[in-house]
């Protein structure tokens, strides 16, 4: 609850009593979101959608287990002035709302709270010298900047560049991004809204078309800039469209930094939300009985949605070649909940908080598809979820682990609300192999690795998975309707 500490330390001491009336009037904190994002990994705080359940019919399957039981009890603070009142207390209300990021509703909950020394610094340690710059900063760029702007839209800014410098995951969700977040968890992905093609009369990758009202359109990227850097990774002859693609594209309402130019001009970085969402689809196939399964992304309707595609192949299954190439991750919960299919009573993950307390997910329910021998194909844009999933099930030899190694990302985001429309996203945790062992900016090692172009590695992740396929295939069926 960083947020509640520092606007008693600094706003109550400082805002005029006009601009604490105007903050009075808002609606502030509501339960945290906990994703597990790339955005990734987090875990969202989500209430379950009353309805029909797509797999309601599966024999021998129960898809109740992992449903996380909606929270009750959450801060009801409906004003700052009711805020900076208790800041200075703790506020038992607020810290004790659960970590969804557990399967199990009694989980140790992730400890963010703030340390004495962190909580009670005066607004005597801010150098008043600071203060008179910051003002200063926000007066001339109101008088001289070469277009008008707003105050609204320079804190903006103010708020977005604290998140972003502490690391490259957290960061200020305005409504679309902050909207978008909570839709991902349904099943969209997003990008910025834009095409490239490497020129190589030009000597590089040229945006070739700009979706209206995109991100990149709002942002004034035009077709025919040149496009030489996706957040850390620098574009080259070397790359295909697919890795450009797969660096553009990621969870919806997620943050990218992309530099580009206009031709013979400056470099210059800008700053975007995959905003340009679109629904994402579990593709699965059969191939000499063998279910293919091409996993995108963990939404909350991963795990049924998996199960659906391999009843609708209508025929036995001999084996499973997972295919998480390109996985951005998503919701860490969801991970742990499509583990569980294939490994009973099992250590998923460890979740490191920055208080040093530590927990470990495992698996739940009945791993209905433990006798089906398996291969994971991930790539190195497979991050956060994907290789929490691809980790446990290589430790515990339940699964072979082919192609190259994955992104490194091993933290965990939570999503805070502000009000009905803002959030901040921010890094509280670390996670680990259920071993102990790092993820984070090393990534999982596959048992066999791939090289050359990715469209041969299928067909050799296929291969392996035949060679060690059932006799006798397993098919999965709806249940028989109930007879009144």
Sequence with gaps: ???????????????????????AASRVLKPALMIGLLGCAASMN??????????????????KADEIADENDADNLSNIADMLDVADEPDDSIDSVPDESALTDDADDIDTDIPAEVAQVSLNAISPETLKTFVAVVDLVRRQYVDAVNDE??????????????DSHAEFLDAEAYENLRAFTEGDVGDIGIKVSYQPEAGYWVVTDVIDDSPADKKGIAVGDYLHQVDEFKLDEGRQVNDIEQLLTGIAGTQIDIITSKAGRRKHTTTLQRNNSHPQIIETRLVDGIAIVKLPAFQNNSREKLLEGLINLNAPISGILLDMRDNPGGVLTSAVSVASLFMDDTDVVQVQARQNKSRVLSTQGD????PLPMVVLQNRYSASAAEVLASSLQ??????????????????????????????????????????????????????????SENTW???????????????????????ATKE
């Design 395 to 452: 430790a515990q030899k339940r699964a072979t682990i082919i192609g190259e190694v994955s992104y490194g990302k091993g933290s965990v985001q939570s999503v805070i609300p502000l009000n009905d429309e803002q959030a901040v996203k921010l890094t509280v945790a670390n996670y680990m192999t259920a071993a102990g062992k790092q993820i984070d900016e090393i990534g999982v090692e596959p048992d066999v690795t791939l090289s050359g």
């Design 458 to 480: 299928e067909q050799q992740a296929l291969e392996l998975v035949k060679a060690r396929a059932l006799d006798s295939g397993i098919r999965f069926v709806r249940k028989n």
């Design 367 to 370: 791993a209905i598809l433990k």
């Design 46 to 63: 989500v209430q379950a959608v009353e309805g029909d359940n797509p797999t309601n019919g599966l024999q021998l399957i129960s898809l």
């Design 1 to 23: 609850m960083q947020p509640i500490y520092f606007v008693r330390s600094f706003l109550s001491k400082e805002l005029s009593k006009q601009a604490a009336k105007a903050f």
């Design 153 to 166: 839209e320079l804190f903006s800014n103010a708020m977005s560049g604290m998140l972003t410098k502490l």
